[in-house]
């Protein structure tokens, strides 16, 4: 073992304690355990008197064959499945509960290993009430006669000394152990010698329990299946505390299955062939070891066996201390590992002196059994499939300004919904208290491996669900997703199944605003066709589908949604994924495909939700689309969508009525016979609107009382002294905080200066012109640091850091750490290839923000500094790419 | 510098070195051995399903 240099700041052996008898990282200098060592303490902690009883219990359900086989292959069966996470304690030289800080909480945790603690700790109790009985059967053995209370004086002798093993720490526990297992395993080989010659070999090898008839020995087998699965994994709390400090991945893992699986499971083994022999003997099935011992075995060896068997319960308190200890400094951080062995010696004790916890041992077990399989579940789907084997350590050790783990107030509700409702699915197929089994099919999978294996699936589809994968992987920064979304894939057809789920969204969603959708020209129109929407918010998704009801179909979405809601579910609706104002042929290939197969294509050319209920303009590129693809085109002007929930405030007014105008805009003749600007002019009339003109039209009032508050992030420039960025508001009014000028907003939309009354769609665009003006005069510079936050695809966000941003003449300069190629890199956007830019005012509520897109990622830009408005940006990309456009036509 | 902040420190050290990639230095199973792990596995289950039939 490598001594660390302790200095006078840390005290004497600070480092080494925390490592070793703590809950530091053990680093790769700190390993101390080959497999043999490992596997030496790990069967010291298998080893231990309960075998015996679990080997006499099998003997009662099942033949000696079939006992065989659930001891040794059910047994490794679930520990080389259950066991396999551990490896993550030997990477990383974490315990297990450090891990799972990530899947209860860091406050989540603590209740968990209390819990674990509380129900599993009673087993040690066990242990030393055995090892009083063994020693009481030994002294009786030579007729010494032991006074009033000697059992409880005994079983309190096996608990001080475990603990004095466990308080002097590792390096003991291995010497211990070092000396004890092997002797436990010869005691063990000689056990079997004696079982076999004591009584003829063949009462044991074909030994069947008494009373077994063929109708009930599968529920039996099936029995012992479970008793098995469960008895080795009542270990999973305590299944890292050694392999932690192994030198190979390999060695830790196969130290738990075969200490556990081998060693463990042939003493459980020697406790079923004792109890056979026992039987055929004496005509009883005794599990009390000694008792075995004493009438089956020679004196001689009789007396070394079971000396060193009672003393196995000793060697067990000691590693069961030492681990479960370092458990409990998970959450008692600031409690000495010394004093935590003491209080498990304490409470091993107190349930010694009570003198009934044999009688409440099955209770123990019952409530232990239900909770393990769903624990070792949620670690094994999370370790390899939802964090995919790396792990926030500074969250995890709760360091300053690292939260990734704290949940809901340190609580992981999901890891507890799965927990919960695992151990729930293990009591709804057997009830271990009364023996009755409730549903025969899932029995035979065995109660346990049902509630690993429906807690491993639950958890694993919940994770699948966007808004629980964002809940959960608060740490996706450390291991990102980097692969670009494939754009190629074939986009489905809107699933027939979800269709009816759909409708009634969109009808929910709608309800109460009186939507109407007025058709015009429409009679005996068939797919294929483009339909084409104005864009005013997330209600147009709502209303769109309500409006081509019956017709399915499929509709150009952009990345972040499918982020946001999920890939699978925005491709069941049918959704094509594209990124804002770049030229993806991909997308047109998969446009091309829809109408090819007679489906219809929804495009909301603007590509971005309107500012101020005003409509952007129509890129020509549509146009030279609708050419293309030869298909009739239908319009959808929607009206209410924006005025309902505004882009820069989201709450809904619910006084605002819906109206959607849907118009058969060109045929397939006109499509072919007009020209690409004729058709660009006939589609930029049909989907241009002024949301506030047709409030006014229809005497709208919106009583709102916050209905300006918002109001200023696409209004950011004073219209009375030209101030920029000084624009706030509140309840119905804007103000400006240079000037002090304060606008108020009418229930019709218009904003009113004393009795001065201001169209907002007017002031927007004064505003732009006031943009133009300071490019054209050469004044216009955006140079800023800003957040720079990756979409490369449709799972998740790849930090980048601190960028840099510069926006002139030359277009779009973002310098920025690139995760691809590690290392520092500009990429450019020309103003001739920036129609317009995507804007946001408060995304995910981390503020404006500006989206950049390459072909195969997305760029989100937040300021870090003044002087950025999302709208004078796009202004100023807009008009320099029109003066460009102009310039290069 | 006071014990706590010390602590720490030390601490924050042996996370940056495991974020360095110190688990470079631990053996690691390898592709090999998780399919030897998923035969074993296998070849129990198919001894615990023919045990019900002996």
């Known amino acids: ?889 | 510098m006071k014990m706590k902040d010390y602590f720490l420190e030390e601490l924050e050290k042996r996370i940056t070195i495991i974020e360095k990639g110190d688990a470079e230095n631990i053996k690691k199973m390898t592709k090999w051995d998780y399919i030897v792990v998923a035969v074993l596995a296998a070849l129990c289950l198919i001894g615990v399903v023919i045990g019900a039939f002996i």
């Open chain 1, 1 to 889: 073992m490598r001594k660390e240099k302790d200095t006078e700041k840390g005290g004497q052996g600070g480092i080494e304690r925390e490592v070793y008898c703590g809950i530091w990282p053990a680093l790769s200098n700190n390993r101390i355990y080959g497999f043999i060592d490992a596997l030496l303490v790990l069967s010291g902690y298998c080893i231990a008197t309960w075998s015996y009883t679990q080997g006499s219990y099998l003997a009662t359900l099942v033949g000696f064959k079939k006992l065989l086989i659930g001891a040794f292959l059910g047994a490794i069966l679930m520990l080389l499945i259950y066991q396999l996470p551990v490896i993550l304690s030997v990477r990383y030289g974490i315990d297990i509960w450090i891990w799972l800080r990530s899947i209860f909480g860091t406050s989540g945790v603590k209740v968990m290993t209390i819990i674990i603690i509380l129900i599993n700790f009673p087993w040690y109790a066990v242990c030393c009430e055995l090892f009083a009985s063994s020693m009481e059967n030994l002294l009786g053995l030579f007729h010494i006669p032991l006074p009033e209370g000697s059992h409880l004086f005994l079983a309190l002798l096996c608990v001080v000394i475990g603990t004095i093993i466990a308080y002097k720490g590792i390096s003991t526990i291995t010497w211990t152990t070092r000396v004890l297992v092997p002797l436990l395993l010869l005691v063990g080989v000689a056990v079997v010698i004696v079982g076999f010659t004591s009584v003829p070999a063949d009462v044991i090898w074909n030994y069947v329990p008494q009373g077994a008839d063929k109708s009930n020995s599968f529920i039996s087998y099936i029995l012992s299946i479970e008793a098995n699965f469960a008895f080795v994994i009542t270990l999973v709390g305590g299944m890292a505390g050694i392999p932690r400090l192994c030198k190979s991945e390999k060695s830790g893992f196969y130290a738990g299955v075969l200490g556990q699986g081998l060693s463990g499971s042939f003493f459980v083994v020697i406790g079923a062939v004792m109890a056979i022999a026992m039987q055929h003997v004496t005509g009883q099935m005794v599990d009390d070891p000694t008792l075995m011992m004493a009438t089956l075995s020679v004196p001689a060896l009789g007396l070394t066996s079971l000396l060193l068997v009672a003393f196995a319960n000793i060697g067990t308190q000691a590693v069961g201390s030492y681990i479960y200890a370092v458990m409990l400094k998970s959450t008692f951080k600031k409690t000495s590992y010394h004093v935590l062995v003491i209080v498990l010696g304490v409470y091993v004790s107190i349930l010694c002196v009570w003198g009934k916890i044999v009688d409440y041992f099955g209770s123990f077990l019952t409530i232990s059994a239900c909770i393990y399989a769903p624990l070792a579940a949620l670690l094994f789907v999370d370790f390899f499939f939802i964090r995919k084997q790396r792990l926030d350590l500074k969250s995890a050790y709760e360091f300053k300004g690292h939260n990734s783990y704290h949940y809901t107030r340190g609580y992981n509700i999901i890891g507890f919904a799965c927990l919960i409702g695992g151990s729930l699915l293990s009591l709804a197929i057997y009830n271990p208290v009364t023996g009755e089994i409730h549903n025969l099919h899932l029995f035979t999978l065995t109660p346990t491996g049902c509630a690993f294996l429906g807690t491993a699936i639950a958890y694993f589809l919940l994770c699948k669900l966007p808004f629980v994968r964002r809940y959960v992987r608060k740490d996706v920064s450390i291991n990102p997703d980097k692969e670009p979304f494939d754009r190629n894939k074939v986009p489905p057809k809107q699933n027939l199944f979800a269709m009816p789920f759909i409708w009634l969204m969109c009808l929910i969603c709608t309800f109460g605003t009186k939507l109407k959708v007025n058709k015009t020209g429409h009679k005996g129109i068939k797919p294929p066709f483009i339909v084409l929407g104005t864009h005013h918010s997330f209600t147009d998704f709502y209303v769109t589908p309500l409006a081509l009801f019956p017709h399915r179909a499929n509709y150009v979405s952009e990345l972040e949604g499918f982020e946001y809601y999920g890939e699978w579910i925005y491709r069941q609706m049918g959704c094509l994924g594209t990124r804002k104002f770049v030229n993806d042929l991909a997308l047109i290939k998969n446009i091309k495909r829809v109408i090819e197969r007679k489906g219809i294509l929804v495009l909301y050319p603007e590509a971005r939700y309107a500012n101020v209920g005003t409509s952007s303009k129509l890129p020509i590129s549509v146009a030279k689309m609708v050419k293309l693809l030869k298909v009739p085109v239908v319009t959808l002007n929607m009206k209410g969508n924006y005025l309902q929930a505004p882009l820069w405030n989201l709450k809904k007014r619910r006084e605002v009525r819906l109206h959607t105008d849907m118009i058969y805009a060109l045929d397939k003749d006109e499509v072919k016979e007009l020209s690409v600007e004729e058709i660009h002019q006939r589609l930029s009339e049909l989907l241009s609107y002024d949301e506030y003109a047709w409030q006014r039209e229809q005497k709208m009032s919106i009583r709102y009382r916050d209905r300006a508050k918002g109001l200023h992030l696409p209004l950011y420039q004073c219209y009375s002294c030209h101030e920029e960025f000084q624009m706030a508001s509140s309840g119905s009014e804007l103000i400006c905080k240079a000037c002090g000028a304060v606008y108020h907003m009418d229930e019709y939309g218009s904003l009113w200066l004393g009795k001065k009354e201001i169209y907002i769609p007017d002031w927007y665009e004064w505003q732009r012109e006031q943009v133009n003006e300071e490019i054209e005069s050469g004044r216009y510079i955006l140079d800023i640091k800003v957040e720079v936050s990756a979409l490369p695809n449709a799972k998740n966000f790849i930090d980048c850091g601190e960028g840099h941003l510069i926006h002139d003449g030359n277009g779009f300069s973002l310098t920025f750490y690139d995760y691809e190629i590690e290392k520092y890199r500009t990429l450019l956007w020309p103003c001739a290839q920036t129609f317009s830019i995507h804007t946001e005012y408060n995304y995910r509520g981390k503020g404006q923000c500006i989206t950049l897109s390459t072909l195969d990622n997305t760029y989100f830009l937040f300021p870090l500094e003044e002087g950025f408005n999302a709208t004078k940006i796009q202004f100023a990309t807009e008009y320099m790419h029109s003066v460009t456009y102009a310039y290069n036509k």
